[in-house]
């Protein structure tokens, strides 16, 4: 979703939701004083009832705090307008992930709570200038209100989650993505997609500007295609959206116990530079180099215009944009953002998994954007040509296993 239909949708929201649950408040409240359930109870028990539904309305507020926090991250569209806002400052300030996200529910709560105070007023203020209205009645009102406001919060996020597909089993990278899942589903073994994909990166090194920095943007917690580029790159900046990832490749980088192996996609990559039988020590020597060569880990968001605040003659983003979301122009947005990071006349490394509406981690379907070919030279144009024989589409044969029977392979150059 475009920036400007994500402010135009949230404010939409923010009018019918809170008109919704103003309406829906005040009329259980209302309902639940005529009903005269609680009528005659003593002040305690009310009082107590009061405070209970408090306590339901917290959980229903829960609820809805969690999915729109997965509803900013997915689209950057919110229920809420205030807590658009509040995540779009902390997002430009911080970065993505825990500091956006307590942001916006911190704005959402104070909005949900200063609510409140018309309410007390109205209640409390017709039981002193009436005396039709006690003040138990006015209690009662309250409490009615808020067990209203708590089924409206629980019925928003499960609408909410709908929207994003989560009932159709899409996880959320903000909550449900595991590094260690990842790793060891798709990286015990160099499988046919990354077979492909490592061979088109080693020949298409031979293309890139020597002896300058190269980008990896959305790497996730991996390093499979960096050592590719370990001899061309005078330095090897590595970017990604979630703090875990980058986390697990700095395991790697300082030998910490317990880090992944990527022993075999370092020979398999040697392999495809003419080494075909490299020994243990040039393994360890590539390592070595990438190591040496890796100086910048940053954590970057595709929603931003600018996710980085330079540009690189070679910029990577394999499986990146069209894994992160599983709409179409969300991911449009992404490749703009991304590709915009390419110096004049640079180099734009992709891969993507095509025609993948989701792709299996640990159990969980994370969302894909579902594009092809076409979608991808749409997306790079006007700006980008892939070069030589154009977008490759490489049959894998992983949907069984993994979601997903083909990808693309496109080196392209800005013009």
């Given at each position: 979703m475009s920036p400007t239909a994500a402010w135009a949708a949230s404010l939409a929201a923010t009018v019918a939701s809170t008109y919704a649950l103003d309406a829906w408040a005040a009329a259980t409240g209302a309902g639940l004083v005529a009903s005269g359930l609680l009528a005659g109870l003593g002040r305690q028990t009310v009082v107590a009832f009061l405070l209970a539904s408090y306590t339901a309305w917290v959980f229903g507020l829960r609820a809805n705090l969690r999915a729109n926090g997965s509803l900013l991250a997915a689209t950057g569209a919110s229920t809420n307008v205030l807590s658009k806002l509040a995540y779009d400052v902390a997002r430009r300030r911080f970065g993505g992930g825990r500091a956006a996200r307590l942001a916006a529910a911190v704005a959402y709560t104070g909005t949900e709570v200063a609510k409140e105070v018309p309410y007390y007023l109205a209640a409390f203020g017709a039981a002193v200038t009436t005396d039709s209205i006690t003040t138990d009645e006015a209690l009662v009102f309250l409490a009615g209100a808020n067990l209203g406001a708590a089924c409206y919060e629980g019925a928003l996020a499960r609408l909410t989650r709908t929207?994003?597909?989560?009932?159709?089993?899409?996880?959320?990278?903000?909550?449900?993505?595991?590094?260690?899942?990842?790793?060891?589903?798709?990286?015990?073994?160099?499988?046919?997609?990354?077979?492909?994909?490592?061979?088109?990166?080693?020949?298409?090194?031979?293309?890139?500007?020597?002896?300058?920095?190269?980008?990896?943007?959305?790497?996730?917690?991996?390093?499979?295609?960096?050592?590719?580029?370990?001899?061309?790159?005078?330095?090897?900046?590595?970017?990604?959206?979630?703090?875990?990832?980058?986390?697990?490749?700095?395991?790697?980088?300082?030998?910490?116990?317990?880090?992944?192996?990527?022993?075999?996609?370092?020979?398999?990559?040697?392999?495809?530079?003419?080494?075909?039988?490299?020994?243990?020590?040039?393994?360890?020597?590539?390592?070595?180099?990438?190591?040496?060569?890796?100086?910048?880990l940053v954590r970057v968001d595709a929603h931003h215009p600018r996710p980085v605040n330079r540009s690189y003659p070679t910029v990577v983003s394999a499986y990146c944009a069209d894994s992160a979301t599983g709409d179409r122009a969300t991911w449009e947005l992404f490749m703009r953002h991304i590709t915009g990071l390419v110096q004049p006349g640079g180099l734009f490394l992709t891969a993507a998994l095509r025609r993948c509406r989701g792709y299996t981690v640990g159990g969980k379907t994370f969302p894909g954007a579902d594009i092809d070919e076409r979608d991808l030279r749409a997306a790079l144009r006007p700006d980008f040509e892939p070069v030589n024989e154009g977008i490759e589409v490489i049959p894998t044969a992983q949907r069984g296993s993994h979601g997903y029977a083909a990808i693309l392979l496109c080196r392209a150059r800005r013009a």
């Open positions: 929207v994003l597909g989560r009932d159709r089993g899409h996880a959320s990278f903000d909550t449900d993505w595991v590094p260690a899942e990842y790793l060891t589903d798709y990286y015990r073994t160099v499988e046919p997609d990354e077979i492909a994909t490592i061979a088109f990166l080693v020949d298409a090194m031979r293309h890139a500007e020597r002896d300058q920095p190269i980008l990896y943007f959305g790497t996730g917690p991996t390093l499979h295609h960096v050592f590719a580029c370990a001899e061309t790159a005078s330095e090897i900046h590595l970017g990604d959206y979630l703090p875990e990832n980058l986390a697990e490749i700095r395991r790697w980088i300082e030998r910490a116990p317990g880090a992944h192996d990527w022993r075999p996609f370092v020979r398999y990559t040697l392999q495809c530079e003419g080494n075909t039988c490299p020994t243990d020590d040039e393994i360890t020597a590539r390592e070595d180099l990438t190591r040496a060569k890796i100086t910048i």
